[in-house]
């Protein structure tokens, strides 16, 4: 199962030392080794940071380790694949616009029956990779659209 970092707060924070520790647990201390991400909001967009490779041994993390973007919404993600191949376009966090900005998606576990159920179409938004995640991402997405141009 995956592993997941987020943090929200009332002002911009540097999270190097919660991203190092969560990044010697892609690959180094454990089993996380098939691809990390991380978001940091910006206003109404997102600097997303993603590689389907261990996060341990990854340069970009050590990137952002010596460069600290600060945030006060980041959003990581360390991955075991359970679904999909290990791409980038399995890597999450996922992002996508709607309504002029960028929401940003990471989940950890199994959704069984997120691909079969009608009420779950991913309407316009369309998943890149083959993850459940994605899909329900993309679902979630296609629902907030709809109620929003019905006054939901």
């Given at each position: 199962?995956?592993?997941?970092?987020?943090?929200?707060?009332?002002?911009?924070?540097?999270?190097?030392?919660?991203?190092?520790?969560?990044?010697?647990?892609?690959?180094?201390?454990?089993?996380?080794?098939?691809?990390?991400?991380?978001?940091?909001?910006?206003?109404?967009?997102?600097?997303?940071?993603?590689?389907?490779?261990?996060?341990?041994?990854?340069?970009?993390?050590?990137?952002?380790?010596?460069?600290?973007?600060?945030?006060?919404?980041?959003?990581?993600?360390?991955?075991?694949?359970?679904?999909?191949?290990?791409?980038?376009?399995?890597?999450?966090?996922?992002?996508?616009e709607l309504g002029g900005r960028m929401h940003v998606f990471a989940h950890n576990g199994d959704?069984?029956?997120?691909?079969?159920?009608?009420?779950?179409?991913?309407?316009?938004?369309?998943?890149?990779?083959?993850?459940?995640?994605?899909?329900?991402?993309?679902?979630?997405?296609?629902?907030?659209?709809?109620?929003?141009?019905?006054?939901?």
């Amino acid at each position: 199962m995956c592993e997941l970092f987020a943090l929200s707060a009332s002002a911009p924070v540097d999270v190097r030392l919660s991203l190092g520790e969560l990044a010697r647990h892609g690959g180094e201390t454990g089993i996380h080794a098939d691809g990390w991400g991380v978001a940091f909001l910006q206003g109404f967009d997102a600097q997303i940071f993603r590689e389907p490779s261990a996060a341990a041994k990854s340069p970009w993390v050590d990137c952002l380790r010596a460069y600290p973007l600060r945030s006060d919404t980041v959003v990581s993600h360390i991955r075991h694949a359970t679904q999909g191949a290990n791409s980038l376009a399995n890597t999450q966090p996922f992002a996508r616009e709607l309504g002029g900005r960028m929401h940003v998606f990471a989940h950890n576990g199994d959704l069984p029956g997120v691909f079969t159920s009608a009420s779950l179409d991913p309407g316009r938004f369309r998943p890149v990779g083959q993850t459940d995640s994605e899909h329900a991402f993309c679902a979630l997405l296609s629902w907030i659209r709809s109620s929003a141009t019905r006054g939901v």
